[in-house]
T-cell receptor
Framework: EDQVTQSPEALRLQEGESSSLNCSYTVSGLRGLFWYRQDPGKGPEFLFTLYSAGEEKEKERLKATLTKKESFLHITAPKPEDSATYLCAVLVFYNNNDMRFGAGTRLTVKP | DGGITQSPKYLFRKEGQNVTLSCEQNLNHDAMYWYRQDPGQGLRLIYYSQIVNDFQKGDIAEGYSVSREKKESFPLTVTSAQKNPTAFYLC??????????FGEGSWLTVV
């Protein structure tokens, strides 16, 4: 069964304290791995898509990387406005219309 | 502006009542989706549609119904058969087998 597991469930950082969020997956035939940011009471906002092991994408203080079994979302020198829940999702080749989502990591950045 | 519009933002359902959540997109996407989000859980797929007049059940379709009469619209009805409907509902759309984009969500509460 396809599984997507995110860790930690919650992470508290001081402003400027870099860290990483993890998304591990067990699927057959990964078509793409997606990262989203979700603010409370809002819909998820798309951040990155990664397609193959070794690929990296960057946006401001965020960098996403992908291996054959997991993805990391690295946050460099975070600011309070980076506080949100970060969701990871996978799309597999044999199921074209369904992404499997992890439960998310709730990030809090204190000033 | 291109995007996905969900309405209403907040909805209250009485026991035994059917309610309908609206979703409209102007992104010209063929595929549309409904997800349910509960605290501490990943997004779960209720229904999806790849094309007008066609839709498929997701993992938790019981107690829900949808229609896809127009490309732009994919309303979700929460029927009285859904015994635990209180949740955050997210509509999404995509080019098939590609990144999914979300609306702002609708809160449904049973009163």
């Amino acid at each position: 069964e396809d599984q997507v597991t995110q860790s930690p469930e919650a992470l508290r950082l001081q402003e400027g304290e870099s860290s990483s969020l993890n998304c591990s997956y067990t699927v057959s035939g990964l078509r793409g791995l997606f990262w989203y940011r979700q603010d409370p009471g809002k819909g998820p906002e798309f951040l990155f898509t990664l397609y193959s092991a070794g690929e990296e994408k960057e946006k401001e203080r965020l960098k996403a990387t992908l291996t054959k079994k997991e993805s990391f979302l690295h946050i460099t020198a975070p600011k309070p406005e980076d506080s949100a829940t970060y969701l990871c999702a996978v799309l597999v080749f044999y199921n074209n219309n369904d992404m499997r989502f992890g439960a998310g990591t709730r990030l809090t950045v204190k000033p | 502006d291109g995007g996905i519009t969900q309405s209403p933002k907040y909805l209250f359902r009485k026991e035994g009542q059917n309610v309908t959540l609206s979703c409209e997109q102007n992104l010209n996407h063929d595929a549309m989706y409904w997800y349910r989000q509960d605290p501490g859980q990943g997004l779960r797929l209720i229904y999806y549609s790849q094309i007008v007049n066609d839709f498929q059940k997701g993992d938790i379709a019981e107690g829900y119904s949808v229609s896809r009469e127009k490309k732009e619209s994919f309303p979700l009805t929460v029927t009285s058969a859904q015994k635990n409907p209180t949740a955050f509902y997210l509509c999404a759309s995509s080019i098939p087998r590609n990144t999914i984009y979300f609306g702002e969500g609708s809160w449904l509460t049973v009163v």
